[in-house]
């Protein structure tokens, strides 16, 4: 009875276990196809850069060169809407009649309003289509950073056999650099250097070279303090 007993107890445990490692094996084969049909994007959390810009309209009397009351507060409000920066590239055009003393008498009055809100900033006249005699177009652009959406899960969580990266590698640092620059121009081209003094760091070398240099002493570990 007993013997039998336990026959009966083995088949059913022998039956379950194998029910379990089907399952089992249906499981990781379908994690497999997901891993095998899933790819990494071409450009997985690439930080972009794009060149837009705002523009602004201001409307003077005919031979004025003083702004209305009417017009200075539009562009004051303006400018306090697209948040003019120290990094913006600002631009008058002044329309074909190029190099008049009311034009740039126009340019002086619509600079003095910008330092308003960005010390030295300056618009630099433009000779095109907008302008007119009774009229100047305002054009300020900037570069703009445009983030990659993080986190970023959409890589199967299973096995990896062909070593792709993870969909959320390098996401968050993408888009920290991004949040943080001050001018995402400047991932397009870098800053001009400034003027530097050659002479005066050839002479540094030179004392280097020539054992000049002075260099503080370690202190004595052996000194009570």
């Known amino acids: 009875m007993t013997a039998r ?5 083995f088949r059913q445990h022998r039956r379950r276990r194998a029910t379990l490692l089907v399952a089992l094996a249906v499981i990781v084969a379908g994690c497999a196809q997901t891993v095998a049909d899933w790819t990494p ?6 930080l972009q850069v794009r060149w837009i810009t705002h523009e602004h309209s201001i409307a003077f009397n005919r031979q004025e060169v003083l702004l209305s009351k009417t017009e200075a507060r539009r562009l004051d409000r303006f400018l306090a809407q697209i948040d003019l ?4 590239r600002v631009f ?3 329309g074909p009649r190029s190099g008049e003393v009311v034009d740039d008498a126009r340019v002086d009055v619509i600079n003095d309003r910008l330092r308003h809100f960005v010390p ?3 618009a630099a006249p433009i000779v095109g289509d907008k302008g007119s005699a009774d009229n100047v177009q305002l054009i300020i652009g900037r570069y703009v950073a445009v983030l990659p959406e993080c986190p970023d899960f959409s890589s199967p969580g299973a096995s990896n056999p062909n070593n792709y990266p993870d969909s959320n590698f390098g996401c968050a640092t993408q888009r920290n650099l991004g949040l943080m620059l001050a001018d995402p121009g400047e991932l397009l081209q870098g800053r001009t250097l400034g003027p530097a003094d050659g002479e005066a760091h050839s002479k540094i070398m030179r004392e280097n070279r020539a054992g000049e240099v002075q260099f503080p002493h370690a202190p004595d570990k052996h000194i009570r303090r």
Request: glycine share 0%; proline share 10%.
């Open 85 to 88: 920066r120290p990094t913006d």
């Open 92 to 94: 008058l055009d002044i």
């Open 5 to 9: 007993h336990n026959r009966r107890i």
């Open 41 to 46: 994007p071409e450009q997985a959390h690439e």
């Open 120 to 122: 030295n900033a300056e």
